[in-house]
């Protein structure tokens, strides 16, 4: 619920007014939830705790990345980003598995975000 008031009030009217702009900010943001996510794994002593949520927060964000906004594409991309997040497509199954640290626990939940968004893409344009 957070990564949605966070992208809603924050994310949205900046990548609408400069897509550019934002995706420098993403991956700011996103180096930096690395080194927070690394910390928290050694500080909680186990590899993507689910006390961490950086990463479900970031990957919601990039799932809704210049797609719709509304409560039906809001559901819908969560309900899809949270699919690819479990199923953990080529190559975020290869990233869970074997890259350590707080790289590993956010990039796999990039690509799940990717991924999701690349869907929605399609169900915009389709419907």
Partial sequence: MVGIVIGYFICVPIWQSSPTIFVVIFAAVFAASCWIADRAEKIFQEHDSSRIVLDEVLGMIATMYLNP???????????????????????????????????????????????????LRILAHVL
């Fill in 69 to 119: 906004i509304g409560w039906p594409w809001l559901l819908g991309g969560f309900l899809i980003f949270r699919l690819f997040d479990i199923i953990k497509p080529y190559p975020a199954s290869i990233i869970d598995r074997r890259m350590p640290g707080g790289a590993g626990v956010m990039l796999d939940d990039l690509f799940a975000g990717i991924y999701a968004n690349l869907v």
